[in-house]
Structure formats: C-alpha cells, structure tokens
C-alpha cells in the first residue's frame, strides 16, 4: 500500500507558525471516531492550538465503513508545531516544537458491561470484532479499541518518511525498549553515562576527540587526516568506554562549547549560543548533561536508605514525585531503584515500553507515545500490531 497523504489544513492561528527543527516523533491516538476530517474541523474552531501535523482514519465502529481506514490527513506545514503533549514541565515548549505529532483515530479503553457487550467511554457500543484484550491491565484497563492493520501500515510509512526528512533517529525511544524489553540491563559506570562519539566523516571524530582530550595509541592527540587508522580506532574505543564528565573549572563560555559539542541542547532544541551568557538554554542544557550523568546506586543499603539516597540524588518514583521515606516497597520506590540501578530511567514491566519515560520528558531525541509524557492518557495502547511494527522499523 503507498501511501496517499491528503491535505486539510488548519487555519494559521490553530497552530504555532513558528518554524523549529524537528528531532522527535510522537505518535497518539485521538479518543475519538473514524473520521480524521471531523478531527481536523474540531480543531479548527477551538482556538487552542493544540493539534497534530498528521491524523491517521480508521473504521468505523458505527456501520463498520472503511473508506477512511488507513487514510492519512496533514493539517498543517511539519515545520512549524502545535502544544500536542499537554505537559507542564518548564521545557514543554522544546517538547511540543521539535516532535512532530501523529494522531491515530481510536476510542482508546473500553470496557464490557455486564450484558457482554464493549463500550467506549462515551458509552457507544464498540463491536467485539474491533477490540482487543490485552495480556495484562494498561492503565487500569485491559480492553481497547484494536487499531486496525490499515492504521498501523499508514502509521509504518508515515514514520519511516518523517524520520528519512529530519533524521529522526529511529534507535532511540520506543523501538529500543520494545526490543530490550525483559533482557538484563547492561553493567553501567558510576556516572551512568558514557561519551558517545558523534556520527560524521572520519575527520568530524577526529577533530571531535581531540577537543575532548582523547588520544591515539601512541598517547599524543590525533592528526586530523580523516583517516581510519589505528590511533583514531583507539581514541574512539577509549571515548566509548569513558565516563561522561565535564572537566572542573571551565568558564560559563567553556561549558556552553563542551555542551553543544557533546551534543546537549537548549530549551529551544537548538545549540547554545556560546557567549557565557547565563540563560533559559544554558540552564536547561546544564540541567540535562546533570541528568544523564546522576550517580548510580550503591549496594548494601537498606530499603530506608536506598530511598533518602534517590530523593538525595533526584530520582523520582512513577508519578514523578520524590519518594516517601517509609522503608517500604513500592511501585514508586521500584521504579526509582530501576532508573538508578540502570544508569537510565527506563520503565520496567509487562508494558514498561509505553509507561511514563524520564528520558521522553528530559527531551531525548527519539520515537515516542503520549504515555512516554503523561501518566493519565492511554495513547497508544501497547497492541500487539503496534508493537511488531514498532520493532520492525
């Protein structure tokens, strides 16, 4: 199936015609009908600028039509963006600009009433035949609205072709922890992060490792030739395998050049201007190289323990609160342990994948879901569909 993209544009004041470069994708689902034409309509008359660039038909749960099934809609220029994440974080505006949105037409939970029959959460009947029920509850509901294969194709081709335009970096996010899912998490050092050599020419790493003090095998800083020799290959297996660290005593202006080269951006999802300028952006970037770089936990605690340690060191629980120092186990405290433990924030679980993802909400470049953002919203359900085409992207 090609796919066929159909234009109904939103007027300019529905959306944010600001333009922004674009790093992420975020797939949802519109709690709604088959039909992305009345999506786009409704949007374009309620003044809130909260929309998506894309919004994918579906079939209708009414009289089973299929002639929207799969049908991709554009509402307006991938350039500029809509507040489509409803976060209230201080880098919701860097969330929301740099991801470009796809809303897939679906009812989302359902539930089946004591007379065997399935409703939607406007209490229309969903007929048996375009539900699923899942392995395991998700957000409290283990029934919803099956998206259909046509859906899943259109959302396929759609992403493929999104990422292709802004190189997207379809590793990071969604696909990755689908395909980890359930494996033991990799030892990690003390930092919880390593340097990570930029993709490029020969001659980028080169230049890239000399300006972070790697050295070849001979100990003395690289030629910058762009040539694959033997002392390039050895500063990069030495930059990989180091700890990320910013040097001490470095100027304002000398971390704004450390943090864009180490690829760390501002609230506005673009590089720092390097003016030893303290700012939103500067202070966002510091905050995020802070982030990745946290403190891992130590063995030995007690649970009490282990719990002033997280909330020392700020790491939250599921509901992105710290935690309550009681000494007891819970799902707050677990998720905790987990992100400490791992050297990331990954969610564990039967749907880890699309629980709530510090990684998603601190701006890592990527494919995600609404519920990578929001712990109260169901899009998208982990449906076994969706699931085998995110890790077969």
């Keep these: ?39 786009v309509k409704s949007w374009d008359k309620d003044n809130s600028r ?34 489509h994440l409803g976060v209230k974080t201080s880098n919701s505006k860097a969330l929301n600009s740099r991801a470009i949105g796809i809303e897939i037409c679906n009812y989302g939970p359902i539930k089946k009433k004591s007379d065997g029959k399935f409703y939607n959460y406007v209490d229309g009947v969903v007929p048996a035949e375009d539900v699923i029920k899942l392995p395991g509850k998700f957000r409290g509901y283990e029934y919803y609205h099956k998206y259909t294969d046509a859906q899943i194709e259109s959302t396929r081709q759609l992403i493929l072709e999104i990422a292709a335009r802004h190189n997207v970096d379809l590793n990071v996010g969604l696909k990755t922890l689908l395909l980890n899912q359930g494996q033991e998490a990799p030892a990690t050092n003390s930092g919880g992060a390593m340097f990570e050599v930029p993709k490029g020419s020969v001659l980028e790493q080169q230049k890239w490792l000399n300006a972070n003090g790697f050295k070849g095998s001979n100990g003395q800083p690289l030629i910058e030739d762009g040539i694959y020799g033997a002392s390039t290959k050895y500063a990069i297996e030495q930059a990989e395998k180091t700890p990320l660290k910013m040097p001490d005593g470095l100027s304002l202006l000398e971390q704004q050049k450390w943090l ?17 300028l303290s700012g939103r952006n500067t202070t966002f970037a510091l905050d995020a190289y802070k982030a990745k770089t946290k403190p891992t936990l130590p063995d030995g605690l007690s649970l009490l323990e282990q719990q002033k340690w997280l909330n020392k060191h700020g790491y939250k629980g599921a509901d992105g609160k710290p935690l309550t120092e009681d000494g007891l186990m819970g799902r707050n405290t677990q998720y905790a342990i987990d992100a400490a433990k791992g050297g990331s924030a990954t969610p564990t679980g039967l749907f880890g994948p699309f629980e709530l993802n510090p990684d998603a909400l601190a701006g890592k470049a990527g494919l995600w879901t609404h519920t990578s953002y929001r712990k109260d919203k169901y899009d998208c359900s982990p449906q076994p569909n969706l699931i085998a085409m995110l890790k077969g992207l």
């Design 260 to 276: 864009n080269r180490n690829g760390f951006v501002g609230a506005n999802g673009k590089p720092l201007t390097e003016d030893g």
């Design 1 to 39: 199936m090609s796919l066929n993209i159909q234009e109904i544009l939103l007027k300019d004041s529905e959306y944010v015609k600001q333009e922004v470069t674009k790093d992420s994708i975020v797939i949802h689902h519109t709690a709604g009908s088959h039909r992305p034409d009345w999506v």
């Design 50 to 83: 909260v929309c998506t660039h894309y919004v994918i038909g579906g079939k209708s749960i009414k009289d089973g039509d299929t002639s929207w099934d799969g049908k991709v809609i554009r509402c307006f220029d991938e350039k500029y963006w809509g507040y």
